[in-house]
């Protein structure tokens, strides 16, 4: 069966690959990561410079998902330009995702400036939602801030841009952000970013389990499903056909990626999970999916992507 997912010109030869920020901030990982079955692959959301990140403990598993406050630790952008110049050199014909999160429009346009004059051939990410740096709300957040960084970057940049959402949870918010992300020749829309500042409690010690920010992090995992799943329908049916939707919240299993797909999704993202188990995640949900559409009948995505009934 056929299981190719397309995004600008790239075809993929299946629509699964990392969340940033999970399995992808060193070489080490990176490098398992282009070696498994998943059909692309997402860096770590990239500052100019290295950053160190918040204090430890700042991920923790926890039983229905995870909670994180890292604070957008990062070798700096260079190293993952670097790793995508190899990478599309030593694969001819295959590109990898590139995600960027400057702590100012500066920081952000000198990093699109930088990825425009390069070599680079895959996608760039504009990460407009880490909730996890104290002082800096989130851009996505910012519905006037959100158009002028798209303004200023369309000014110039001329290669594949999606962008990274953070959650919305009113259908005004989801109208507002759909007019603004519809005047951009985007590439697509990944949705969505973690759960912002969530706490987790542990009873025993009557404490937090993270550090940074008395304990208030960004939740993923099983959590955030239903969330994410809203988001991937909303902005599917409100955004033009050309920018593409990647779904990304609560990924476990085959039938959470047909769910994804259901909603339009043209890639799946698994975070949460793929922490907790590796790799071989993708080989378990490719096999899990692919009996899912075999059971159905079908031959490929296209026959139900974004094909969700309403009652
Ligand atoms: O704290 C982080 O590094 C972080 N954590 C998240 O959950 N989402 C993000 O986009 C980022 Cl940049």
Redesign the pocket.
Known sequence: IELKSKIAQFEFENPLMNA??VWCENAEKLDEMKNSSSGSFVTK?ATPQLRE??PSPRYVEVPLGSI??????NLGFDFYLNYSLKFQEENPGKINFLSI?GMSMEDNLEMLHKLNDSDFKGLTEL?L?????PGKPQIGYDFEATEKILEKAFEFFKKPLGV?LPPYFDFAHFDEMAEILNQFPLAYVNCI??VGNGLYIDTENESVVIKPKDGFG?I?GAYVKPTALANVRAFYTRLNKNIKIIGCGGVESGKDVFEHLLCGAEMVQIGTHLARNGVQVFDKILTELSEIMNQKGYNSIDEFRGKLKSL
């Open positions: 940033s920020g959301s990140g918040n994180n406050s890292m604070g957008l630790p999160a990460n939602s880490c909730p996890n740096v990274k970013n973690s960004g993923g």
